[in-house]
């Protein structure tokens, strides 16, 4: 019998559970969402992805939904219920925890969410030029169903994609 592979350091500080964000948490979903957009963000892209103001504007309308580590944040995402719509997006993963299955886990938690509310569709949106994207959330299930522009400015032209999954019920 082999022994079960053990997680790397910085995963096996992290939760067990996902739990729904609250007001005290605000600095740290910001200071994590900005940092996980920086480096990719960068290329078309002004300023931080986001501020106080807009993720206490998002956490009236919706969740965020957090995974935590020892010292702070390991991830998060926000979830909306439009109907039977779900929505997903600012999915943000602490950089030292990236490739180890944190995103994919808080997708499938706001997605079971989601269905849980009674939602038969979970829609998302990517920029265009995060050309890595796509693909992932194709590996989800996801298929793009259309596009919406870009409103920010902008250092190159851009869009959103939009992309869309059947949820089971």
């Known amino acids: 019998m082999q022994p079960a592979p053990s997680l790397e350091p910085a995963a096996a500080a992290t939760s067990?559970?996902?739990?729904?964000?609250?007001?005290?948490?605000?600095e740290d979903l910001v200071e994590l969402i900005n940092e996980a957009y920086a480096i990719e963000e960068t290329l078309f892209?002004?300023?931080?992805?986001?501020?106080a103001a807009e993720v206490a504007a998002m956490m009236e309308r919706?969740?965020?939904l957090v995974l935590d580590r020892v010292g702070g944040l390991a991830g998060t995402v926000y979830v909306r219920v439009d109907g039977e719509r779900g929505y997903f997006g600012m999915l943000s993963v602490a950089a030292d925890l990236r490739s180890h299955g944190i995103g994919r886990r808080l997708v499938g938690v706001a997605e079971a969410l989601c269905?849980?509310?009674?939602?038969?569709?979970m829609d998302?949106?990517?920029?265009n030029v995060r050309e890595?994207?796509?693909p992932w959330y194709r590996s989800l299930g996801y298929h793009e169903v259309g596009t919406a522009p870009y409103e920010e400015p902008a250092k190159r032209p851009?869009?959103?994609v939009k992309m869309s999954k059947p949820l089971a019920q």
């Not at 892209?45 to 501020?51: E, H, L």
């Not at 269905?115 to 569709?121: K, R, Y």
């Not at 998302?124 to 920029?127: E, I, M």
């Open 124 to 127: 998302l949106r990517v920029v």
């Open 115 to 121: 269905t849980a509310l009674g939602c038969t569709e």
């Open 62 to 64: 919706g969740h965020f």
């Open 16 to 26: 067990v559970s996902v739990r729904r964000a609250g007001a005290g948490d605000l």
């Open 45 to 51: 892209a002004y300023g931080p992805r986001t501020d």
């Open 158 to 160: 851009c869009h959103f």
């Open 132 to 134: 890595e994207l796509g």
